[in-house]
């Protein structure tokens, strides 16, 4: 988004040093990668970094204020979690388009918002690949406020391990066989985390435990990146191992599961601010507005815009048999600023949000972009297409 650093990127960017990117990424990963990293960063000017902030701080004080758990308690009211939440998530991630104003200003619009973790380890390697594949103009980092790697480290080995003295483990369904297992092995080398599957818990009086070889070992803190509705589709096997999780034992969770359904799209239509589009969940809709084509349908918790419908219709709206699960959200219009050698992409900002113990208090510290040329960010709307994918912004300092 500032023109001579893009038309600088572009003129000096080579295949070669985009292949040598990705072979220093893939290696973490088997040398393979199971999603699209792009050819470019993101570089944000000072104004619009300060944007995003300024929004991401209206949604964060709505999240700390003292009837955030009340507003949020049904989000969860017909699913079984397990006991034991934390009062506040150590961490959560917020999605912003980056559109333009009537005006013709950039200006960030909330689209997704988790209490839940993100790409937290791989940024750190990608962010370096980066580095040292392409030239970064000085005065940019992908870290926000004040925030460098080291920092960033520091933060996280903090928000997954607590005090360092409780053994943690990060804990999904067969995590080796995940898209996302590349952020799993970057995250144990980063902070020398073990990564267990579902199917090796196990409990012993009122302690859990895994099974590591010959060797058991107890489980003090989970780093949870079970997406919890994931659960119902799997075996009955892994449903029983799950069952075990309902059970009050001692163990602390990073994060949550009720924090994936109180920090989701569940908020929107909680909160007021000038970056969120206008929402409504679609059981509190009596009337079916006439415009919807300046609409968009959403399940209220999907990833990578599944079961979305852009071009909804007064049947789809009929058909939606839990309308307390789905909202109907004001259209979001990506802007096309960003110029690439095939044409213009949209983007997307993630901000990584850490909780500050000191002042219980979140504070932005990192990031990831996307890049898209279709209706929407996700893979399925970019196939066949370059300069999409995965990347970094770079902000202004």
Not at 127 to 143: H, L, Q, T, V
């Amino acid at each position: 988004m500032i023109s001579s650093l893009r038309n600088t990127f572009n003129q000096a960017f080579t295949d070669q040093k985009y292949q040598e990117m990705l072979a220093a990424i893939s290696k973490m990963n088997d040398d393979q990668m199971d999603f699209r990293l792009a050819e470019t960063p993101v570089f944000i000017n000072d104004i619009t970094k300060n944007k995003l902030l300024k929004a991401g701080d209206e949604i964060c004080a709505f999240i700390t204020s003292d009837g955030f758990k009340t507003k949020t308690e049904n989000s969860f009211s017909k699913v079984a979690t397990p006991p034991n939440e934390a009062a506040l998530p150590s961490c959560i991630v917020m999605d912003f388009a980056i559109c333009k104003n009537v005006h013709n200003e950039i200006e960030p619009k909330l689209i997704e918002l988790q209490g839940f973790p993100s790409l937290f380890g791989l940024e750190v390697f990608h962010d370096r690949a980066i580095r040292n594949s392409f030239e970064i103009p000085e005065g940019f980092s992908p870290y926000l406020n004040g925030t460098d790697e080291q920092s960033y480290l520091i933060f996280l080995k903090n928000s997954i391990q607590g005090d360092g003295n409780k053994h943690t483990v990060l804990l999904e369904l067969y995590p080796h066989e995940q898209k996302t297992r590349v952020d799993f092995y970057c995250t144990q080398q980063l902070i020398g985390i073990p990564i267990v599957c579902l199917s090796q818990i196990f409990i012993e009086g009122n302690e859990l435990f895994y099974q590591q070889g010959e060797n058991k070992k107890r489980i003090d803190r989970i780093y949870n990146r079970i997406v919890w509705d994931e659960i119902e589709k799997q075996s009955e096997v892994m449903k029983e191992k799950a069952k075990l999780l309902l059970q009050d034992v001692k163990v602390e969770w990073v994060t949550h599961p009720n924090h994936f359904y109180r920090i989701s799209k569940y908020m929107m239509p909680l909160l007021n601010s000038t970056a969120v589009p206008k929402t409504k969940f679609l059981s509190e809709i009596a009337d079916i507005p006439s415009d919807l084509e300046n609409y968009v349908l959403k399940p209220l918790f999907s990833f990578a815009g599944q079961g979305v419908i852009i071009d909804v219709t007064k049947m789809d709206i009929v058909a939606i048999k839990d309308p307390e699960n789905w909202i109907l959200q004001e259209k979001v219009e990506y802007a096309p600023i960003i110029d690439t050698p095939t044409g213009a992409a949209k983007t997307e900002i993630r901000l990584f949000y850490f909780l500050d113990n000191t002042t219980n208090q979140y504070k932005a510290v990192f990031n990831l972009a996307r890049l898209s040329k279709g209706k929407m960010i996700g893979v399925s709307y970019n196939a066949d297409k370059d300069w999409v994918g995965g990347t970094l912004a770079y902000f202004e300092v």
